[in-house]
């Protein structure tokens, strides 16, 4: 049986490896409390924060959530992206790990992401 903590700290890890590699400084809250990290504003982040990383002048506050199978609905087929939003709610948009990567990308500048510079 999978230890869900375990699971949700792996997939944490995934995910500030996966910015890192990029250049980007990120780093991952204590015990998946968002509570334990401040932001760029010195203020403490709410407990969903699970990663918080710096582009450039803009600070991402990131949710991990990893799980045993994603709605069909949310699922990339021949797109990119997926967009949804529940009726009288706002756009929640979903990037896979590819288009992110194109995006940080062509946005920063190669350069600066490889280079580590983005600060």
């Given at each position: 049986?999978?230890?869900?903590?375990?699971?949700?700290?792996?997939?944490?890890?995934?995910?500030?490896?996966?910015?890192?590699?990029?250049g980007l400084k990120a780093q991952r809250s204590w015990g998946?409390?968002?509570?334990?990290?401040?932001?760029?504003?010195?203020?403490?982040?709410?407990?969903?924060?699970?990663?918080?990383?710096?582009?450039?002048?803009?600070?991402?506050?990131?949710?991990?959530?990893?799980?045993?199978?994603?709605?069909?609905?949310?699922?990339?087929?021949?797109?990119?992206?997926?967009?949804?939003?529940?009726?009288?709610?706002?756009?929640?948009?979903?990037v896979n790990a590819a288009t992110m990567k194109t995006l940080?990308?062509?946005?920063?500048?190669?350069?600066?992401?490889?280079?580590?510079?983005?600060?």
């Amino acid at each position: 049986m999978i230890n869900p903590a375990k699971k949700g700290y792996t997939a944490e890890v995934e995910v500030v490896e996966f910015l890192k590699d990029l250049g980007l400084k990120a780093q991952r809250s204590w015990g998946s409390d968002g509570r334990s990290m401040r932001d760029k504003d010195g203020k403490t982040c709410e407990s969903d924060v699970d990663i918080l990383a710096d582009l450039k002048d803009i600070q991402l506050k990131i949710q991990v959530k990893r799980r045993k199978k994603i709605a069909q609905f949310l699922q990339f087929k021949n797109c990119d992206i997926v967009a949804t939003r529940p009726d009288r709610g706002g756009w929640t948009f979903i990037v896979n790990a590819a288009t992110m990567k194109t995006l940080l990308l062509n946005t920063l500048g190669e350069e600066s992401l490889k280079n580590g510079s983005l600060k």
